[in-house]
Nanobody, 113 residues
Framework: QVQLVESGGGLVQPGGSLRLSCVAS??????MGWYRQAPGKQRELVAS???????NYADSVKGRFTISRDNAKNTVYLQMNSLKPEDTARYYC?????????WGQGTQVTVSS
């Protein structure tokens, strides 16, 4: 059974950077995604990556976020640069499309001065 564990969140000032990690245990997964949910808003997909490295990004993060993966480590990363207050949310990884059973605790990202 696959389990996903996110880490790397924190408090950062506007313009700062963070790198999130998601480790998948159990088996390898083809297409992975990073999602986020801000208070009072629906969860949204911000970036996805296939096993071969093809990527897609939400318009709101294009040019600022980079998704990558290390298949040997079953790990997916999200490098977030030029962070804005509107990036504040809880970030989750999951397959794309997402499976309800794989939602984990997520990791909180707060962008504030």
């Amino acid at each position: 059974q696959v389990q996903l564990v996110e880490s790397g969140g924190g408090l950062v000032q506007p313009g700062g950077s963070l790198r999130l990690s998601c480790v998948a245990s159990g088996r390898s997964i083809n297409t992975m995604g990073w999602y986020r949910q801000a208070p009072g808003k629906q969860r949204e997909l911000v970036a996805s990556i296939t096993r071969l490295g093809s990527t897609n990004y939400a318009d709101s993060v294009k040019g600022r976020f980079t998704i990558s993966r290390d298949n040997a480590k079953n790990t997916v990363y999200l490098q977030m640069n030029s962070l804005k207050p509107e990036d504040t949310a809880r970030y989750y990884c999951n397959t794309n499309p997402a499976l309800r059973s794989l939602w984990g605790q997520g990791t909180q990202v707060t962008v504030s001065s």
